[in-house]
Structures are given as C-alpha cells and as structure tokens.
C-alpha cells in the first residue's frame, strides 16, 4: 500500500504511474495530453515530485521516475523517506 503524503495530488500519483507504465521520459504537456490535465498545472507538479526526489529532471523539459518513485508507486517506503522540504 502507497504512504499517504499530505501534500500529493491525485494527479501527482497519476504523473508517476504514467512514466512507469511507459517508461519514457516526457515533457509535463506530453504527461498532460496522456492523463487529461493542463499542462501547466502538470508541469507544477512535475516541479513538486522532483524536489522530492520522486522525479528526476532530465534537461529543461523532461522528467522520468526515480528509484524513489517506482518505489514509492510499489507501497515499498514510508512517508518520512520522502522529502518535504520543498513541497509544501
């Protein structure tokens, strides 16, 4: 079972589940267009997930899923290994 993270959005999860699914690296307008929300509000969360170490920013538009993240999707940590410094 997934850790609840106080500051995740259902779209937060949705990012990770998208990249892991398709193992690619994408931009935040390519993850929006594929999980039906705007891509700017994409690219936030984008920004969020990766100062929490469950993205990684790949160049000036692309992100792809960390170890944290897949571990994160798998329900194989605890909320305190994910940062929160940043998010809030």
């Known amino acids: 079972m997934r850790p609840r993270i106080e500051w995740m959005t259902q779209a937060d999860e949705r990012v990770m589940e998208f990249l ?18 705007t891509g700017e509000y994409i ?27 897949e571990r994160f999707l798998e329900g194989e940590i605890d909320a305190d290994e994910i940062s929160t410094e940043n998010c809030n």
């Open 43 to 69: 690219s936030r969360r984008c920004r969020k997930l990766a100062n929490a170490g469950l993205l990684q920013r790949v160049d000036a538009t692309n992100y792809r899923l960390t170890d944290l993240g």
């Open 20 to 37: 892991l699914e398709k193992d690619i690296i994408a931009s935040p307008s390519v993850i929006a267009a594929n999980i039906d929300y």
